[in-house]
Nanobody, 121 residues
Framework: QVQLVESGGGLVQAGGSLRLSCAAS????????MAWHRQAPGKARELVAT???????QYADSVGGRFTISRDNAKNMLYLEMNSLKPEDTAVYYC???????????????WGQGTQVTVSS
């Protein structure tokens, strides 16, 4: 089993910055891909960013170059640096390990419980 715990969320004014962290623990030999999703009230959960084991990132169009995903494999940590935050970024942010991205091989995705990010105008 693998556990994911997010932290770093909070209240920030528009234009401000925030850094989210995700700590992975449990039976882990290697995590190939990790991802950040977010979900605002009344909206579907959407993909924000992904990163490979070597740190190659991919971002959703909605990020607009404002976010940076990174990881520390030695510490089993995932990060999301969020800059120039907008009110529409307000959501619960989730860390995840997709199905098949974990060694020992996982047959289901793992999700954290999420951390709340609120951006005031």
């Amino acid at each position: 089993q693998v556990q994911l715990v997010e932290s770093g969320g909070g209240l920030v004014q528009a234009g401000g910055s925030l850094r989210l962290s995700c700590a992975a623990s449990g039976r882990i030999f290697k995590i190939s891909v990790m991802a950040w999703h977010r979900q605002a009230p009344g909206k579907a959960r959407e993909l924000v960013a992904t990163t490979t084991f070597n740190g190659t990132p991919q971002y959703a169009d909605s990020v607009g170059g404002r976010f940076t995903i990174s990881r520390d494999n030695a510490k089993n940590m995932l990060y999301l640096e969020m800059n120039s935050l907008k009110p529409e970024d307000t959501a619960v942010y989730y860390c995840s390990v997709p199905r098949g991205a974990l060694l020992p091989l996982n047959e289901r995705a793992y999700w954290g419980q999420g951390t709340q990010v609120t951006v005031s105008s």
